[in-house]
């Protein structure tokens, strides 16, 4: 077997860990103080713009999308490396590579299943960094860890649907560039097949009857380099026909589409969260004395770092052959391998920043380093894109069919 990266991986690794050294890294500590002193907690601050400038000058952007005509032309093996790269600073390196959620599904479900005009209008601006978008598919008054369950409606009226329903955690709402919404709603609640009520549309923001009522917060955290996690309500929000994407019916698998790649592409950036909790934890180690010796000399602190070494290294691992299975055989026969990351990698990392808070004390659970705040994400991801329990539940089941007569 050949681990290593192909020569296209290994340049691009290079240029995007010089990129990070560079412009990254020194951006962290500027992009707070400027987002301080904006007239908006949601505006975006001016170096996030001079960053994605750059990366684009520098041919790092668009890096996850696989069509050649649209994006990098990257294969998901291809890409899991420099996804990792990119999450060792999930609040400004995917944004500034025009690689971050939600805009990332959003673009995907445009490129795969949008028509021309679908694309030259939304598709193009996205890929050009120029909006912003949201999905909005998670529902307060249902349990959205089965979709089946989303009560919007979407009704024809003529030439046009009708668009009903309170949503919540719609990522990237908050923010004002974030100009259009994928909304998942029922337009047969009736039908025999309970995977073929839903359909998806497309609603821009400025539709009246679209209201954009609150911020959620997660762990007190309003998240404000993600565009917030917003309640959006559709209260008889009308779009043309012609905004409908794919077919009516087609909105579950649709869906479907869209998550696989987005569930590896959160767990390759998980990866990049720890390996950045484990420098933490390392320089903490070497700086910090406490009863008479350095803490790197304290034994369970050797046992936090040897142990947050070897899980890293399992989860890259099965991260990297998910990547290769989906290259080779279809996100569909990589389906056990996208469910097993997606319920150990979350878990796996919030373990390794739980550590990483206690070793630095009181320090870790503040605002001088970024600890608690990559804590807040990673434990989200547990829920987000199917809480681990469903996942769990459909790959037991996919065990135990191989024993049943």
């Known amino acids: 077997m050949d681990f290593a990266f192909d020569a296209r991986t290994e340049e691009l690794r290079a240029r995007l860990l010089a990129f990070m050294d560079e412009y990254v890294y020194p951006a962290e500590a500027v992009a707070h103080e400027q987002r301080a002193r904006l007239a908006s907690p949601w505006d975006t601050p001016p170096v996030v713009e001079e960053l994605k400038a750059e990366a684009r000058h520098q041919g790092l952007w668009n890096l996850f999308l696989p069509d050649a005509e649209h994006g990098a032309g990257l294969t998901n093996l291809q890409y899991a490396p420099l996804a990792e790269i990119t999450g060792r600073s999930p609040q400004l390196a995917p944004t500034a590579t025009n690689c971050a959620a939600p805009d990332t599904g959003n673009m995907e ?13 939304w598709l193009q601006p996205l890929l050009n960094g120029e ?3 949201a999905f909005a598919m998670t529902e307060p008054d249902v349990a959205s860890s089965d979709a089946t369950n989303i009560t919007t409606r979407i009704e024809r009226d003529g030439d046009e649907y009708v668009i009903t329903g309170r949503k919540w955690y719609i990522s990237g709402a908050m923010n004002p560039d974030c100009k259009i919404f994928i909304v998942m709603g029922k337009t047969d609640p009736d039908g025999a097949d309970i995977r073929r009520q839903q359909s998806m549309v497309l609603v821009p923001r400025d539709t009246p009857g679209v209201t954009v009522r609150r911020a959620m917060q997660v762990f007190g955290y309003e998240d404000h380099w993600h565009g917030g996690h917003a309640e959006v309500v559709f209260d008889h929000a009308r779009v043309p026909v012609s905004h409908l994407i794919g077919e009516e019916g087609g909105g579950f698998a649709i869906a479907q589409a869209r998550l696989g790649p987005g569930r590896i592409h959160h767990c390759m950036r998980l990866i990049g969260m720890a390996e950045r909790a484990i420098e933490l934890m390392c320089r903490r180690a ?6 008479g010796k350095a803490l790197a000399q304290q034994g369970v602190v050797h046992n936090w770092i040897a142990d947050a070494r070897v899980a890293v290294e399992q989860l890259r691992l099965l991260v990297l052959k998910t990547a290769w299975m989906m290259d080779t055989v279809g996100n569909r026969g990589a389906h056990t391998e996208i469910q097993a990351i997606k319920i150990a990698t979350p878990r796996t990392v919030v373990g390794i920043l739980d550590r990483a808070i206690q070793l630095h004390g009181a320090g870790g659970v503040s605002q001088d380093f970024p600890l608690a705040e990559l804590y807040a994400g990673a434990r989200t991801l547990m829920l987000a894109d199917g809480p681990d329990e469903v996942h769990q539940r459909s790959l037991a089941r996919r065990e135990l069919k191989k024993y049943l007569p």
């Not at 479900?109 to 209008?121: P, S």
């Not at 070497?286 to 009863?291: E, G, I, N, W």
């Open 109 to 121: 479900v445009l490129a795969q299943f949008g028509d021309e005009r679908q694309q030259k209008q």
């Open 286 to 291: 070497v700086s910090r004395t406490a009863f």
């Open 131 to 133: 909006i912003r978008s």
